[in-house]
């Protein structure tokens, strides 16, 4: 079922409807279905989650680029 943006010419109500089988969309204010269809806005994430934060350790936790053990902290 999809789901489309309009807004109502004559009384410039925005809404989002699912449209069902070609049937004829009607504003929800004034009844009307002089409508025009927008652009479907969507969200999407750009954003990366943050790099882990190393702590301090003789694991390998440190960050030390040489890998674990390397940082004599053991």
Do not use: I, N, W
């Not at 109502?8 to 409807?17: I, L, M, R, Y």
């Amino acid at each position: 079922m999809p789901l489309f943006e309009y807004v109502c010419e004559p009384c410039g109500h925005a809404f989002e409807t699912l449209v069902r089988g070609g049937r004829t969309p009607h504003c929800p204010e004034c009844a009307s279905d002089k409508l025009v269809k927008q652009l479907s806005r969507f969200s999407a994430s750009t954003s990366s989650p943050p790099a882990p934060q190393m702590g301090p350790g003789g694991c390998g936790t440190c960050g030390d680029p040489r890998g674990p053990g390397a940082c004599a902290m053991d």
